[in-house]
């Protein structure tokens, strides 16, 4: 089992910036990727960014230039830095793992709880 603690979220105002952290735990063997995931009311949850063992990363088109995500793969932790931030980012935000346990022979998603994040003046 892994699991994922998140921290960081909160109100903010337009152009503000917050810091969105995860760390994961459990009875872990690897890790391909971590991320953030977002859902608002009435909308599918959607992908913000991702960051794989490798150090590639992938980021919605929304938040390029915005947006910064950083790993530390000894603490299993990855950060989401939010800079600029608008309204139409406002929802609840999922930390994310592609994991393999010692126990399973394949990886599998695993998610945090999620954290709402409220962009407004």
């Known amino acids: 089992q892994v699991q994922l603690v998140e921290s960081g979220g909160g109100l903010v105002q337009p152009g503000g910036s917050l810091r969105l952290s995860c760390a994961a735990s459990?009875?872990?063997?690897?890790?391909?990727?971590m991320g953030w995931y977002r859902q608002a009311p009435g909308k599918q949850r959607e992908l913000v960014t991702a960051i794989s063992n490798r150090g590639n990363t992938d980021y919605a088109d929304s938040v390029k230039g915005r947006f910064t995500i950083s790993r530390d793969s000894a603490k299993n932790t990855v950060s989401l830095q939010m800079n600029s931030l608008k309204p139409e980012d406002t929802g609840v935000y999922y930390c994310?793992?592609?994991?393999?346990?010692?126990?399973?022979?394949?990886?599998?998603?695993?998610w945090g709880q999620g954290t709402q994040v409220t962009v407004s003046s």
């Open positions: 459990g009875n872990i063997a690897s890790i391909y990727t």
């Open positions: 994310n793992a592609d994991a393999r346990t010692y126990g399973d022979s394949w990886s599998r998603q695993y």
